[in-house]
């Protein structure tokens, strides 16, 4: 039941969405994206509006170094949900997609037979903005992909650095996808993402890999074992899988689902869900904030100059956020 809104063109809107039109949803979904005053408050009002019909989907964070094959594993999990009766929604955080257009719109045609299910979504991040914006926007995107019935939301992480601990940060299970060859891969891992992980699934499992595929899986277990694990009520596994194949998905599934069960019976999935909102609101707040820094006309004219003193050692940062901070009357 969605909540009622004083607007009824978003009570309309809210309405079509939780019905599940595909048409409406993409809709909502670029009214939540655009930067305009005005769609910005009618974006939060039809949120508040569906806030009723979130929070029911499994909420799957997937990144890996590219070559990975996150696509193909996306295309292989997917499609085994939907044809379990699963709604699918697959969203992509991608900082550097204001550079490089972003890969999931390729990526549509790697995920062939999930694209053309009728009962997945997929849906690219933002094309510009701060990761801080394009992660809150994706938020913003898989409410609405909730509301509007997807059970499954997939949230992959195509860009680099910090977008990992953004897409940890906005889902339940984190999954990390690694290649056969342990020693190199293993180096390549970055530490903190490895501490946010869930699950590692060994990926490309299949032909003459497997073997390789299997020692890795034990090496990256050995190194689990040192770090502490994200959760007290679950030890991250690590699996081994084929996307291409299709080996090892339903496994890793079951080990999804195993993960909600737990962390919903302790209580913590709640608790986890409920500091996840408090940071999306601090990222939104802040997202705010900035946003005459990049809009102000005369800022911009002398941010270029004072950026050249503070690197030149003409000016001290701090008298800089001070000049700046005083053209913004804060």
């Not at 009824?8 to 048409?23: K, N, S």
């Not at 697959?90 to 990526?107: E, K, M």
């Not at 007290?232 to 291409?244: D, L």
């Amino acid at each position: 039941m969605t909540k009622p809104s004083a607007d009824p063109a978003v009570e309309r809107l809210a309405h079509a969405v939780a019905a599940g039109d595909r048409t409406v949803l993409s809709r909502a979904i670029t009214l939540v994206e655009s930067k305009r005053a005005d769609h910005r408050h009618t974006a939060a009002a039809l949120i508040q509006a569906l806030l009723p019909e979130t929070g029911k989907a499994v909420r799957v964070g997937i990144t890996g170094a590219p070559g990975v094959g996150k696509s193909t594993l996306i295309d292989a999990l997917g499609s085994l949900l939907t044809g379990q009766g699963r709604k699918v929604a697959v969203l992509a955080v991608d900082p550097s997609s204001r550079r490089t257009g972003g890969s999931i719109l390729a990526d549509k045609t790697r995920m062939a037979r999930l694209a053309n299910a009728p009962n997945a979504f997929i849906r690219p991040s933002p094309s510009s903005g701060t990761l801080g914006g394009v992660a809150a926007k994706t938020r913003e995107t898989m409410l609405l992909c909730e509301a509007a019935g997807y059970d499954a939301v997939l949230v992959e992480t195509v860009g680099v650095g910090q977008s990992e601990i953004a897409v940890a940060d906005m889902t339940d299970f984190f999954l990390v996808l690694a290649l056969p060859g342990a020693g190199d891969e293993l180096q390549a891992l970055k530490k903190g993402v490895v501490e946010l992980a869930d699950m590692i699934a060994v990926n490309k499992a299949d032909g003459d890999n497997l073997a390789r595929a299997r020692l890795a899986a034990s090496q990256y277990g050995a190194a689990l074992h040192i770090l502490s694990p994200r959760s007290p009520n679950w030890s991250p596994p690590v699996v081994t899988c084929s996307a291409m194949t299709g080996d090892g998905i339903a496994a890793l599934w079951e080990h999804v689902l195993d993960h909600k069960a737990r962390l919903t019976a302790s209580g913590e999935l709640a608790e986890r869900r409920g500091e996840q909102q408090v940071k999306w609101m601090w990222t939104m707040l802040e997202e705010r904030l900035f946003a005459p820094l990049r809009s102000d006309r005369a800022i911009k004219a002398v941010m270029p100059r004072i950026e050249a003193d503070v690197a030149a050692g003409r000016m001290a940062p701090g008298t800089a956020v001070e000049e700046i901070a005083g053209m913004l009357g804060v």
